[in-house]
């Protein structure tokens, strides 16, 4: 073993701040078994025996997409039979339905960037999201959606962020960050938010007090080195705004796009899922949570990775297309009964919370 990989374990292991050739060293090393020791210690230090949930229900407003990324393959063109859009009326009877889970604590909406609709469409969304809902944290919209109602609009991003938090807006999801790395950027989505204006969405949300998630997805074109860099990159913020509550790694799955066609790209494995979350658990030392994002993973896998250091399985979900179009074969929702029976058999303690990570008294549902 060579000094700067010895160094870099002892770091690790001591859960001291890792540097970019740290993570390097302990990414080529390729030791799983170490790196899931060193991550699980530092998600018990931050969360002890608890692994969280929520229960929530994801809403995408339309799959008609201006940007056509090569990433993607959920969106379609204007025209396109398979194009949707949902009115008022459809989103009042997903509210509706919603209204009948007594225990739903979060509405999230995340959507494509549909050419004709206006920046009102969407505040109107939050509105009627917040009349149906009220006791519902509402988390809506990825920076790349802000970005462009920005746009839109002829609004700032501070500008459109107000309005949105002013018409009962809570949180932003991690959405759109891929990685942060304009190479990557202008090959797999060049018509979407760049990388210096995801982070000033997060940098202005923040400051407006908006909590967000954050995320990557990995294993497609990029680099190592520009992978891991994403992750300091967060951190960098993070030291900075103290705004991101949680993160989580969504490995791209290739199916039905045209960057997995041009690029012959394959899934990655479980091992590089599994080194990904522990090595994201130690560089993001500054992040409380970090998600197993199930519907993405699978339920095993997911299962797996709270012992590589993740604490949150995010939620019963209810219904999601976005991932499913890309090929994933999950199911689109799961009950309270059966996250916390998967977090059981890992010995963990499941824990409802509700957007902000407060705890939820479940004896209410029961």
């Not at 009042?92 to 509405?107: G, R």
């Not at 609709?117 to 505040?123: E, T």
Request: hydrophobic content about 40%.
């Amino acid at each position: 073993m060579d000094t700067a990989t010895a160094n870099a374990r002892a770091r690790a292991e001591a859960g001291q701040r890792l540097s970019l050739a740290d993570a390097l060293a302990l990414y080529h090393d390729n030791d799983l078994l170490f790196l899931a020791g060193c991550a699980r210690r530092m998600k018990e230090k931050k969360s002890g025996r608890k692994v969280f949930y929520t229960v929530n229900r994801h809403i995408n407003l339309t799959n008609i997409c201006k940007a056509n990324c090569p990433l993607c393959a959920f969106q379609v063109k204007e025209g396109d039979k398979r194009g949707f859009v949902l009115k008022e009326a459809d989103i009042d009877k997903i509210l509706k339905n919603a209204e009948n889970i007594p225990e739903l604590s979060e509405i999230h909406i995340v959507s494509a960037l549909h050419p004709d609709k206006d920046f009102k469409y969407y505040l109107n969304i939050v509105k009627q999201v917040r009349r149906a809902l009220p006791q519902a944290d509402l988390k809506a919209f990825t920076p790349v959606e802000i970005v462009n109602f920005s746009k839109i609009s002829g609004k700032t991003i501070r500008q459109v962020l107000t309005e949105l938090q002013e018409a009962g807006l809570d949180s932003l999801p991690g959405g759109g960050a891929e990685i942060l790395s304009q190479r990557v950027r202008e090959i797999i989505c060049p018509k979407k938010a760049t990388r210096d204006e995801w982070l000033e969405v997060m940098e202005t949300a923040h400051g407006l007090g908006i909590r967000t998630n954050a995320s990557i997805m990995y294993g497609h074109i990029e680099t190592i080195e520009e992978r891991l860099q994403h992750l300091f990159t967060i951190r960098d913020l993070q030291d900075k705004t103290h705004g991101f509550q949680a993160f989580m790694l969504f490995p791209f799955h290739p199916a039905n796009t045209e960057l997995g066609r041009d690029y012959d790209l394959k899934r990655v494995g479980s091992w590089e899922d599994m080194k990904m979350l522990a090595l994201s658990r130690l560089i993001l030392d500054n992040v409380d949570h970090i998600k197993a994002f199930w519907i993405m993973l699978t339920m095993p896998i997911a299962q797996l990775a709270l012992g590589f250091g993740a604490d949150d399985l995010d939620g019963t979900i209810g219904e999601e297309k976005i991932i499913h179009a890309a090929g994933a074969k999950t199911h689109t929702g799961i009950t309270r009964a059966d996250l916390e029976r998967f977090i059981i058999e890992t010995g963990y303690e499941p824990v409802e919370r509700d957007t902000f990570y407060q705890e939820v008294n479940t004896d209410a549902h029961k």
